[in-house]
């Protein structure tokens, strides 16, 4: 998927073109997004669970990337829309846990049973789903592949919106 790399100065000066960054069309609106500025430590924090908690923790005091990102009116929805699928795409997967929970506190020996076994493989049918999906929907949206405190290189770009950067960029250095 096409990527692009902006500067810290192109980020706070916020005037990218005003093409939509998914699909290339007329931009409508400007979407705001934060991005943590990566730490060191992210490699091994993220591995397991308590590190994944305790980085999330941590980011709440690391710096972030302020983008005013140009889309237009069928994509300024889309981190949004990302997230939302990401949440929703857990609940069956909790419901069905609280169930497996809720049967084996009143019958003892469900686990042992049948409908217990068929129940047990059914969560982690729906929590492996849940990953697999989480990842394709992150992998195909628009998000980010490097965050520095003077760096941003974003993934999932559209193709006219990288050309037209791209000019914008010759026409600054050509001082028009
Ligand atoms: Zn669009």
Redesign the pocket.
């Known amino acids: 998927m096409p990527t692009i790399e902006f500067s810290g100065r192109e980020i706070a000066q916020g005037s990218l073109p005003p093409l939509?960054m998914?699909?290339?069309?007329k931009a409508t609106a400007q979407v705001e997004k934060l991005f943590e500025v990566q730490g060191d430590a992210d490699e091994i924090t993220t591995r397991s669970p308590v590190g994944f908690t305790m980085g999330f923790i941590q980011s709440f005091g690391r710096p972030k990337l302020c983008l005013r990102a140009p889309?237009?009116a069928?994509?300024r929805g889309h981190w949004r829309r990302v997230k939302l699928l990401i949440v929703a795409g857990l609940v069956p997967v909790l419901l069905c846990l609280f169930s497996l929970a809720i049967v084996m506190v009143r019958w003892k020996d469900y686990a042992d049973t049948t409908p217990g076994a068929v129940h047990g493989i059914a969560f982690l049918v729906l929590l492996f789903g849940w990953a697999l999906l989480s990842v394709l929907v992150y992998e195909t949206s628009l998000h980010p592949t490097v965050v520095e405190a003077n760096r941003l290189v974003l993934k999932g770009v559209s193709d006219g919106f990288i050309r037209a950067v791209e000019q914008q960029r010759r026409r600054r250095k050509s001082g028009n």
Do not use: I, M
């Open positions: 939509c998914r699909c290339g069309k889309f237009c069928a994509h």
